[in-house]
């Protein structure tokens, strides 16, 4: 009995010194294992850690094919590998585009629609004028009468000028408008009789053309550029 227990003795001590050592060699392995000693190609997506490879590390249009879930939001999406939209490199800086409505360039926004301002300036009428060809026009004549240099004069310390004989008629036509004053004076000077006095062209109330002398007492309206 002892006899074959001496027999078993070396061949439990080669199972055990080779248990040992396969034991070490599976340690030794998993300790040693990198990206290194994977064999190219050799492992599945699916046994890839999610988020683990950077995308600068992907094969150029690899992704084509691949579907999302959902619209991409900011967390998704690195800005840094965005390049420059095209078409946008004056977007950095509209320079006065507060009010253009579809301006394509909108560095000076002289054209916006709908603009509050332009180039700084309001545009609009002021209470007591009307638009009327491109222009403000007062609704009603002046209060004092003056001659044509005094109306002339007036006009112009309102930012204005006096109205043309054709737009001043073509005005007095409009539904509330009347020339209640009888004759008005415009801003066309029709010839010349003397070095100070000269005749200048006016509208009375019913729209028609005539003309006076420079030097006539009449009532007047002004026009006023729309910006202002």
């Known amino acids: 009995m002892k006899q074959g227990k001496r027999q078993n003795a070396p061949a439990l001590g080669v199972s055990l010194l080779a248990l040992f050592v396969a034991l070490s060699g599976t340690v030794y392995a998993a300790a040693r294992i990198n990206g290194r000693a ?3 190609k050799s492992l599945p997506g699916n046994r890839v850690k ?6 600068n590390r992907l ?8 579907r999302l879930s959902g619209p991409l939001t900011g967390a998704e999406i690195n800005e840094i590998t965005l390049s420059q939209v095209p078409s946008a490199a004056h977007a950095d800086s509209a ?12 560095l000076n926004a002289v054209n916006a ?12 009428c002021l209470p007591g004028t009307q638009p009327f060809a491109g222009a403000c026009w007062q609704t009603s004549p002046s209060e004092v009468d003056g001659t044509a240099e005094e109306a002339a004069s007036s006009c112009a310390k309102q930012g204005g000028t006096l109205p043309g004989a054709l737009e001043l008629s073509a005005f007095a036509r409009l539904p509330g408008i009347n020339l209640t004053k009888g004759v008005e004076w415009t801003g066309d000077v029709t010839n010349v009789s003397g070095l100070e006095v000269f005749g200048v062209v006016t509208v009375n109330d019913e729209g028609e053309i005539d003309f006076e002398l420079s030097s006539e ?3 007047y ?3 006023i550029p729309l910006v202002t």
């Open 50 to 55: 999610p988020h683990s490879i950077p995308a």
């Open 95 to 106: 320079d006065t585009a507060q009010s253009a409505v579809d301006a394509q360039t909108a």
């Open 38 to 40: 994977i064999k190219l």
């Open 221 to 223: 309206r002004c026009v």
């Open 113 to 124: 629609v709908d603009a509050s301002t332009v180039n700084g300036h309001s545009a609009g």
């Open 217 to 219: 007492q009449l009532y």
């Open 59 to 66: 094969k150029r249009g690899v992704l084509k094919g691949a």
